[in-house]
Nanobody, 115 residues
Framework: QVQLVESGGGLVQAGGSLRLSCAASGSIFRANPMGWYRQAPGKQRELVARIVSSRSTSYADSVKGRFTISRDIAKNSVYLQMISLKPEDTGVYYC?????????WGQGTQVTVSS
């Protein structure tokens, strides 16, 4: 059984911080690169951060320098530390494989940043 459960979202003021957590079930997630995606209102879902290992991470230009992705392989968990949040960071955040052929998604966690 595969499962993705995101948590940690909420309502924050611009400039604030949040730490998102992703609890994954299934060896497929442990064995492959993972990413955090977000879907802003009226926009397509986009990849904002990806991780293979602690020494292999990448970020979308819009979040570079503000977001940090990490993972705990033993716990099959992925995290996203977000600082200096901006209103344009608002959206539903999802964790998943960095794989365009995998079409299972969790419920996501809502992040709302007020100005």
């Amino acid at each position: 059984q595969v499962q993705l459960v995101e948590s940690g979202g909420g309502l924050v003021q611009a400039g604030g911080s949040l730490r998102l957590s992703c609890a994954a079930s299934g060896s497929i997630f442990r064995a492959n690169p993972m990413g955090w995606y977000r879907q802003a209102p009226g926009k397509q879902r986009e990849l904002v951060a990806r991780i293979v290992s602690s020494r292999s991470t990448s970020y979308a230009d819009s979040v570079k320098g503000r977001f940090t992705i990490s993972r705990d392989i033993a716990k099959n968990s992925v995290y996203l530390q977000m600082i200096s949040l901006k209103p344009e960071d608002t959206g539903v955040y999802y964790c998943n494989l960095d794989n365009p052929y995998f079409d299972y998604w969790g419920q996501g966690t809502q992040v709302t940043v007020s100005s």
